[in-house]
């Protein structure tokens, strides 16, 4: 009978393995947080996709062990990759499922374990880059206006943070974990002309926060009536607790019916909106990665390139010149 476990005291169902494999899993899935500093969501992630590596191979050749990991065959990775196609699991999530099934082959290899060659031999899904969808500039705005939000029968300082929160995500492009992961002491108000947050990867930088924002930031904290302890946290739920990113995501999505926006209307559209309306006012792109927090800059250019290819077409059917032979000599 196959022993089965969590993989790291997580939630996720237990996944087959005998008790070697199950410890090892374990390890690992502690060292992707402490070491390798990933979030928690991404840790559960590749934890799942673990385990539904292992169900796979229980129910081909039964109990999965560590001798039959290394021993694996590309055939074996690719029926995996094939059965999950075949679920309608899309490219970007065979992708992630492959890149876990690395790290935890990596793993048992510093172990002393063995090479997985099987995993080096199979190449990663092709996928096409899906391209973020910015709001028009108009639509942005009103996201973050309290006044969209005036006949709703709810507390208004509740309208003034659920504001404050997406001033901050479209005027300073912070992702929505980074806002509300702010301290109370950290708090952007008048006077204060940036904020440092922690952003992926437990890395740290500086943004400058616009006068507008700072003032819906005080406006909120005027108006908050539950006390804000300097060591905690900026935003808080009706009750006085941590607020949940699912109540601003409620928030937009019932915003986005009102404004008859598509559905793509996401809190992180608003992430993207900073980044592509700033290019469109002559932004620079290096500028913008590291307002963004962004590790490479492939990863700013997909941000802006509907924008950019906006822009470019704007030039090609506005200036004098454009699309028009240079005379020689000018």
């Known amino acids: 009978m196959p022993t089965s476990a969590p993989a790291s005291g997580s939630v996720l169902p237990a996944m087959p393995g005998d008790a070697a494999l199950l410890a090892a899993a374990r390890a690992w899935g502690l060292s992707l947080a402490a070491e390798r500093r990933m979030s928690a969501n991404t840790v559960e992630a590749y934890?799942?996709?673990?385990r539904q590596f292992l169900a796979h191979l229980d129910a081909r050749t039964g109990t999965p062990t560590i001798p039959a990991i290394v021993a694996l065959k590309p055939r074996d990775v690719?029926?995996?990759?094939?059965?999950?196609?075949?679920?309608?699991?899309?490219?970007?999530?065979?992708m992630r499922a492959l890149a876990g099934l690395r790290s935890f082959a990596k793993h048992l290899e510093r172990e002393g374990h063995g090479t997985v060659a099987a995993l080096g031999a199979v190449r990663s899904p092709k996928m096409e880059r899906r391209l973020p969808r910015p709001l028009p500039v108009a639509a942005a705005r009103a996201l973050t206006d309290v006044s969209l939000r005036a006949d709703e029968d709810r507390d208004p300082w509740i309208l003034l943070r659920d504001a404050a929160v997406l001033a901050l995500l479209y005027g300073a492009g912070l992702r929505i974990s980074e806002a509300l992961g702010l301290a109370r002491r950290d708090a952007p108000v008048p006077g204060i002309?940036?904020?440092?947050?922690?952003?992926?990867?437990?890395?740290?930088r500086m943004v400058p926060v616009l006068p507008v924002v700072a003032e819906a930031v005080a406006a909120y904290l005027a108006a908050c009536p539950?006390?804000?302890?300097?060591?905690?946290p900026l935003f808080v739920g009706a009750r006085g607790g941590p607020l949940s990113p699912r109540i601003?995501?409620?928030?937009?999505?019932?915003?986005?019916?009102?404004?008859g926006l598509p559905d793509s209307a996401t809190p992180h559209a608003l992430r993207h909106s900073f980044a592509t309306h700033l290019l469109a006012r002559q932004g620079e792109l290096r500028a913008i990665q590291e307002l963004?927090?962004?590790?490479?800059?492939?990863?700013?250019?997909l941000y802006t390139k509907?924008?950019?290819a906006r822009l470019m077409s704007a030039f090609d059917a506005t200036h004098p010149r454009a699309g028009r032979a240079v005379p020689t000599g000018a």
Do not use: C, W
Not at 87 to 93: D, H, K, P, Q, Y
């Open 47 to 50: 934890e799942r996709d673990l």
């Open 193 to 204: 002309d940036a904020v440092t947050v922690l952003g992926k990867g437990a890395k740290q």
């Open 78 to 94: 690719r029926a995996f990759m094939a059965a999950r196609r075949a679920n309608e699991v899309g490219g970007r999530s065979l």
């Open 226 to 232: 539950h006390p804000l302890p300097p060591e905690g």
């Open 248 to 259: 601003i995501q409620y928030v937009v999505a019932r915003a986005r019916g009102a404004l």
């Open 306 to 308: 509907v924008d950019a």
């Open 292 to 301: 963004l927090g962004h590790a490479s800059l492939s990863t700013t250019q």
